[in-house]
RNA sequence: CGGGGUGUAGCGUAGUCCGGUCAUCGCGCCUGCUUUGGGAGCAGGAGGUCACAGGUUCGAAUCCUGUUACCCCGACCA
């Protein structure tokens, strides 16, 4: 018997509203699943471009940015990348429109037709490399780091809110090396930086691992990715790292002269997080009040709501609390009044929920007299009354410790779910009933991997890089195996 | 792209089988008064090409055809 398999993706829709809705495109656009992202929205995706921006900075990396056009020919230089995304592209065909001879509207004018179609960037290996052949001749130009901040589309058959939409915001950064020791560990250095994102700031507890070849990018020797479970067991993709080997260097000619004047292809990386750790964030700890924030993220840490029955008492409070606001942000924490009287205490209450601030702080003239604040933490949806006296700090300390709460609650249900299995009946059972990550060992085959896809739709999230070598049998074969690696059904 | 489902006011919906005062209800919105420690009450009011385009019919939200978008399941994918 399959037990109740909830939150799932789609039951988070009703907090997505507060996020984000689905763009309203003209009608027969077919342009689908975009979307538009709401300021409160948008706001957190800022707070996480933030971060992530300051820690590729903190790594020696810039800034900047390539077209989103990218010439049809530049695509077709590496053979697995076209294959890997020629299926999903939006292509501009033509640069002009004119009246319809027989008034009908606006038509795309024939004559306007483009030599050499353009694709919108699905992601911009190709266009970057095509540059930096230009930027590279010696190892003196080496390495070079750049990151850029963009928009992509995908033209996916089946999207997703947050998790697959046809046009996303990610950054994608683009480095190239002069050895492959030096470029693997740009790699790994850069999955290090999602994971220490994903579990300090985002709260969410990563698998840190490498893909088999089946799941890697296209035109990547090699990637590293960080994967997630969500609360209803099944895993998310979270981030990835690629060594792209010298792949991308000999489909666009990018050679350098090292010392001795020997030509050498350069070596590459490249790596990527999208709008898709909004996804990852609300379908990690919101409940059914609605969306949970880490505080670390949470565009509002801390809500105050008065409580009133005249004028004389609303001016006391508002007086009040905005000079416990004053010292709250004095310590960098971002404080909402909400002194709207046309809403009532309980209606605000919910409303903040369901947006996911994380502290509420609620004051009346009984408090103001006993000098104490009733202050609720979204996480566990408790209150409690504290003292004014010192009411900074414990503040402080109370979004330190929902911050830190929303983790370990994560990481509990991980490891709850979270099963080694030895024998194939107990793997389907994890996969379909349990719904969790199965820890299986595996014979190291696509075949196999294949295989079992097709049995179960478990795939191979990663094989963890703490993985513990360990003698066994292959799950589905019974062929040896040196470790476990982890299975499960993704987003 | 294949299978299934859905589209009615800003949001959520009833009505569709069986065509005819059926455009229903709730939330929200506007006005007024009373309210304010967990989604306030009463009274009045505004708001809809029933997804779009054809067709059948005296008459279509309802039946037929086509298109489009969304949701779910596949295939694909961050």
Same mark, same amino acid.
């Given at each position: 018997?399959?037990?109740?398999?909830?939150?799932?993706?789609?039951?988070?829709?009703?907090?997505?509203?507060?996020?984000?809705?689905?763009?309203?495109?003209?009608?027969?656009?077919?342009?689908?699943?975009?979307?538009?992202?709401?300021?409160?929205?948008?706001?957190?995706?800022?707070?996480?471009?933030?971060?992530?921006?300051?820690?590729?900075?903190?790594?020696?990396?810039?800034? +900047?940015?390539?077209?989103?056009?990218?010439?049809?020919?530049? !695509?077709?230089? $590496? #053979?697995?990348?076209? /294959? &890997?995304? *020629?299926?999903?592209?939006?292509?501009?065909?033509?640069?002009?429109?004119?009246?319809?001879?027989?008034?009908?509207?606006?038509?795309?004018?024939?004559?306007?037709?483009?030599?050499?179609?353009?694709?919108?960037?699905?992601?911009?290996?190709?266009?970057?490399?095509?540059?930096?052949?230009?930027?590279?001749?010696?190892?003196?130009?080496?390495?070079?780091?750049?990151?850029?901040?963009?928009?992509?589309?995908?033209?996916?058959?089946?999207?997703?809110?947050?998790?697959?939409?046809?046009?996303?915001?990610?950054?994608?950064?683009?480095?190239?090396?002069?050895?492959?020791?030096?470029?693997?560990?740009?790699?790994?250095?850069?999955?290090?930086?999602?994971?220490?994102?994903?579990?300090?700031?985002?709260?969410?507890?990563?698998?840190?691992?490498?893909?088999? +070849?089946?799941?890697?990018?296209?035109?990547?020797?090699?990637? !590293?990715?960080? $994967? #997630?479970?969500?609360? /209803? &067991?099944? *895993?998310?993709?979270?981030?990835?790292?690629?060594?792209?080997?010298?792949?991308?260097?000999?489909?666009?000619?990018?050679?350098?002269?090292?010392?001795?004047?020997?030509?050498?292809?350069?070596?590459?990386?490249?790596?990527?997080?999208?709008?898709?750790?909004?996804?990852?964030?609300?379908?990690?700890?919101?409940?059914?009040?609605?969306?949970?924030?880490?505080?670390?993220?949470?565009?509002?840490?801390?809500?105050?709501?008065?409580?009133?029955?005249?004028?004389?008492?609303?001016?006391?409070?508002?007086?009040?609390?905005?000079?416990?606001?004053?010292?709250?942000?004095?310590?960098?924490?971002?404080?909402?009044?909400?002194?709207?009287?046309?809403?009532?205490?309980?209606?605000?209450?919910?409303?903040?929920?369901?947006?996911?601030?994380?502290?509420?702080?609620?004051?009346?003239?009984?408090?103001?007299?006993?000098?104490?604040?009733?202050?609720?933490?979204?996480?566990?949806?408790?209150?409690?009354?504290?003292?004014?006296?010192?009411?900074?700090?414990?503040?402080?300390?109370?979004?330190?410790?929902?911050?830190?709460?929303?983790?370990?609650?994560?990481?509990?249900?991980?490891?709850?779910?979270?099963?080694?299995?030895?024998?194939?009946?107990?793997?389907?059972?994890?996969?379909?009933?349990?719904?969790?990550?199965?820890?299986?060992?595996?014979?190291?085959?696509?075949?196999?991997?294949?295989?079992?896809?097709?049995?179960?739709?478990?795939?191979?999230?990663?094989?963890?890089?703490?993985?513990?070598?360990?003698?066994?049998?292959?799950?589905?074969?019974?062929?040896?195996?040196?470790?476990?690696?982890?299975?499960?059904?993704?987003?």
């Amino acid at each position: 018997m399959s037990e109740k398999l909830t939150p799932r993706h789609e039951d988070y829709s009703r907090w997505y509203n507060e996020l984000v809705v689905r763009a309203d495109l003209a009608e027969q656009s077919g342009v689908r699943g975009c979307m538009v992202i709401k300021p409160y929205g948008y706001a957190i995706w800022e707070k996480m471009r933030d971060y992530l921006d300051a820690s590729f900075k903190a790594t020696g990396h810039q800034n +900047a940015y390539f077209p989103i056009f990218i010439p049809k020919s530049y !695509f077709t230089k $590496e #053979a697995s990348h076209v /294959d &890997g995304f *020629a299926k999903e592209c939006a292509v501009v065909t033509h640069y002009r429109l004119k009246n319809a001879e027989d008034g009908s509207g606006i038509v795309v004018d024939p004559e306007a037709r483009l030599e050499e179609e353009l694709i919108v960037r699905p992601t911009s290996e190709t266009i970057i490399w095509d540059t930096y052949r230009r930027w590279i001749q010696s190892y003196r130009d080496l390495p070079i780091l750049v990151n850029q901040w963009a928009n992509v589309v995908r033209w996916e058959m089946r999207t997703r809110l947050f998790l697959r939409t046809s046009e996303f915001l990610w950054q994608e950064g683009h480095t190239a090396h002069a050895t492959r020791e030096e470029a693997l560990e740009e790699a790994r250095r850069m999955l290090e930086v999602y994971a220490d994102f994903a579990e300090k700031v985002m709260a969410v507890p990563v698998i840190k691992g490498f893909k088999t +070849a089946n799941e890697r990018f296209a035109g990547a020797d090699e990637t !590293f990715c960080i $994967e #997630a479970m969500m609360q /209803d &067991g099944k *895993a998310l993709q979270a981030g990835t790292s690629h060594f792209l080997g010298q792949n991308f260097a000999k489909a666009f000619d990018v050679k350098y002269a090292d010392k001795d004047n020997n030509m050498s292809y350069v070596w590459a990386t490249s790596w990527g997080v999208s709008t898709r750790l909004m996804g990852a964030l609300i379908m990690t700890h919101s409940d059914d009040s609605g969306l949970v924030l880490p505080p670390a993220l949470a565009p509002i840490q801390v809500v105050m709501v008065p409580i009133y029955k005249n004028a004389e008492q609303y001016t006391s409070l508002v007086a009040k609390m905005n000079e416990t606001a004053a010292a709250l942000r004095a310590v960098g924490i971002s404080v909402k009044i909400d002194d709207d009287d046309s809403q009532k205490p309980g209606w605000k209450f919910h409303e903040y929920e369901l947006k996911g601030v994380p502290v509420r702080m609620v004051i009346g003239p009984k408090d103001l007299e006993k000098n104490q604040w009733e202050v609720a933490r979204r996480d566990t949806l408790t209150k409690e009354f504290l003292p004014d006296e010192g009411i900074v700090d414990a503040v402080k300390a109370l979004l330190d410790d929902i911050q830190q709460n929303l983790y370990n609650k994560a990481l509990n249900l991980r490891r709850e779910r979270t099963y080694e299995v030895n024998t194939w009946e107990e793997f389907v059972d994890v996969i379909d009933n349990k719904c969790g990550f199965a820890l299986a060992h595996w014979d190291g085959t696509s075949e196999t991997e294949e295989k079992i896809k097709e049995l179960t739709k478990a795939t191979i999230r990663c094989i963890p890089m703490d993985m513990v070598e360990e003698e066994g049998v292959d799950i589905l074969t019974g062929k040896p195996s040196r470790g476990r690696v982890v299975f499960a059904k993704a987003y």
